[in-house]
């Protein structure tokens, strides 16, 4: 169902305890600054409109598939099978065990609040939290991983050119900001002015710097 990509810090000793960073996409060259004190590992999906999404739902552009809805395969796939894995294989701090990612990325992090009791460290930077119905979802079921420390990062100009569900992707993100930060003891709500695919190196610096102070 994914693919990963795995990068061990230059000094690796497994005499050592290391964090544990996992990555929606796979794109962990944005996380090179933390390359040398956290194990990274990129999930790469073979689709991420299926793996991503938390049920179907019909896709915004005509000439696009549809979100196929196998999140809970995809994290089935990663806690229950995977996480093993790497922690049988690496020397890695149980307690410092950091998952999430960008756009449909976060979203799924976002959802594994719901649905697991781990990891510790939960982040997502432009979560589309447009998704139908993932907003009462949020709201009429209880986070199962209530001690998790959250990041969330949203634009307030998401979507601003759209004139279809995404054009409320603002409004969504700012009400699912306050709902966790109410459910949640420890949450980092930040917003910017920038659109969805924009200053996307500056939003992992600001998130590195939050990753650095909750990984120590």
């Known amino acids: 169902m994914f693919d990963t990509k795995i990068s061990l810090p230059d000094n690796y000793n497994e005499e050592n305890r290391y964090p544990l960073i996992l990555l929606n996409d796979g794109e962990i060259n944005y996380l090179g600054d933390l390359k040398d004190r956290a194990i990274l590992v990129g999930l790469i999906p073979q689709n991420r409109l299926d793996a991503f999404t938390p049920w179907k739902a019909h896709n915004l552009k005509p000439s696009t598939p549809d979100f196929g809805g196998k999140l809970d395969e995809y994290h089935n796939q990663v806690f229950e099978h995977l996480l093993p894995e790497l922690l049988c294989k690496y020397s890695i701090d149980e ?16 959802y594994s609040l719901y649905t697991a009791g781990a990891p510790s ?8 939290f ?3 119905q993932f907003l009462d979802y949020c709201e009429n079921h209880d986070v199962l991983n209530k001690k998790a420390s959250l990041y969330l990062q949203n634009g307030k100009t998401e979507g601003i050119k759209h004139n ?12 699912l900001h306050e709902l966790l930060s109410d459910r949640l003891d420890k949450v980092t709500s930040v ?3 920038y659109g969805h695919h924009e200053n996307i190196a500056g939003r992992y610096k600001n998130l590195i710097d939050w990753l650095k102070e909750n990984l120590k």
Request: charged share 10%; glycine share 12%; net charge neutral.
């Open 191 to 193: 917003f910017d002015e």
């Open 164 to 175: 279809n569900i995404l054009s409320n992707a603002p409004i969504l993100s700012a009400r």
């Open 95 to 110: 307690s410092k065990i950091a998952y999430g990612g960008y756009s449909l990325g976060g979203l799924a992090a976002v």
């Open 130 to 132: 447009w998704y139908p």
């Open 121 to 128: 460290i939960i982040f997502s930077l432009c979560g589309s």
